[in-house]
């Protein structure tokens, strides 16, 4: 039965826009963890790049991590942090994962945490979608297709299209990308 309702209310959200997890279940059959995961976006590619960032909010019903990433599209994913060290923005691979505290929203943003997609195959384009697997320390993996367009960066609006990228996905970026 909660599976029904799960399923129910994942497909009642806009696709492409909202994706849940299953509950994984215990050896005592009492759920674990849910993810519920709203706004997937990835940035279009900028010319020449093979390189992107992807972005959405996270809520797992329970404490959880987000362990990996995957996609056909890209020969890899990294979940990254962005940081500031003597002075200057710097973004690295995020060991151990991203921690997603239940009930609370964890959000890979512009110019925040993010996925970084490596290795692309082809360029991507507004209005395409990516395939992403989304694998957790508890919950099970969750599988959504993210909307390929400019996101706003905090304080904007959508429609306000953004200059550059702060998280190596533009242009400009990518010489100073740091592990």
């Known amino acids: 039965m909660i599976k ?32 519920e995961i709203v706004d997937a976006t990835c940035r279009p590619t900028a010319i020449g790049r093979d390189i992107t960032a992807c972005y959405m909010t996270l809520t797992a019903s329970r404490d959880d991590r987000l362990v990996s990433v995957s996609s056909p ?8 942090e962005m940081a500031t060290e003597n002075g200057m923005m710097t973004m690295r691979a995020l060991e151990g994962g991203l921690a997603l505290p239940a009930g609370e929203s964890a959000r890979l943003e512009a110019g925040g945490n993010h996925l970084m997609l490596l290795g692309l195959a082809a360029p991507l384009g507004d209005g395409e979608t990516v395939p992403l697997t989304l694998t957790f320390e508890n919950a099970a993996p969750v599988s959504l297709r993210a909307n390929v367009r400019q996101p706003s960066l905090p304080g904007m609006s959508p429609e306000t299209p953004t200059a550059d990228a702060s998280d190596g996905s533009g242009p400009g ?7």
């Open 4 to 35: 029904r309702l799960l399923l129910v209310s994942c497909l009642a959200a806009p696709l492409g826009l909202t994706a849940c997890s299953p509950p994984a279940q215990s050896d005592e059959s009492e759920p674990l963890a849910v993810v």
């Open 73 to 80: 599209l890209a020969a890899s994913i990294e979940i990254h």
């Open 173 to 179: 970026d990518g010489d100073e990308h740091t592990h």
